[in-house]
């Protein structure tokens, strides 16, 4: 197979997004490209593997338009370390480059009028191993963590620059939602 470059991804990307308007279908278009790019490592650095050792993992931005549409990113987990349940509010595609990380879909089951609170019940859990990708809607609500014994790096592709969707994060437990301050670099 051609080599596939992270300039390539992204204007195919730009073409698809052009071309579509409907969030589901882009991630469907996108999500086969995402797999290609996470294949090839031949745009791979050996810096994406570190991570914060403070906050657990490593965010390495590989592509933002000026607007804060479109971002791509390597995020690196050390064992252990993850997300609690969190949404986008843009559509993402996640595929795995190496390790694994669990990912736990979750359907919130109350009305989301009561600012603060959220009412989250677990749908779906799953490992994502290298090959594998997934796509999530603005609305689709996750928790990742590595649950391998080794760094775990996925690919990470957004509609918009996740600094700039007014995302938020639950505690399940809690059944609370706040807004997510995991700020990523700019
Ligand atoms: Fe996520």
Known sequence: MQPYSVETYVSDIKAIVAAES???????????????LAADDSWFKSEYLEVDDEQ???????????????????IAWAPGKGLAAHNHKTWAVVSGIRGQEHETNYKRVDDGSKPGFADLEQTHSATLLPGNAVCC??????????????????????????????????????????????????
Request: net charge negative; proline share 4%; with cysteine.
């Open 22 to 36: 409907d969030d589901a279908a882009i991630g469907e278009k996108i999500k086969p490209l995402a797999q290609r």
């Open 137 to 186: 809607l603005p609305e689709d609500i996750h928790s990742v963590w590595n649950n391998g014994d080794q760094i775990a790096v996925s690919l990470h592709t957004y509609g918009r620059h996740l600094n700039h969707t007014g995302r938020s994060i639950f505690d399940v437990e809690a059944k609370t939602e706040s807004p997510c301050i995991v700020k990523v670099e700019e």
């Open 56 to 74: 657990g993992f490593g965010l390495h931005l590989l592509f933002e338009e000026d607007n804060h549409d479109l971002a791509v990113f390597v």
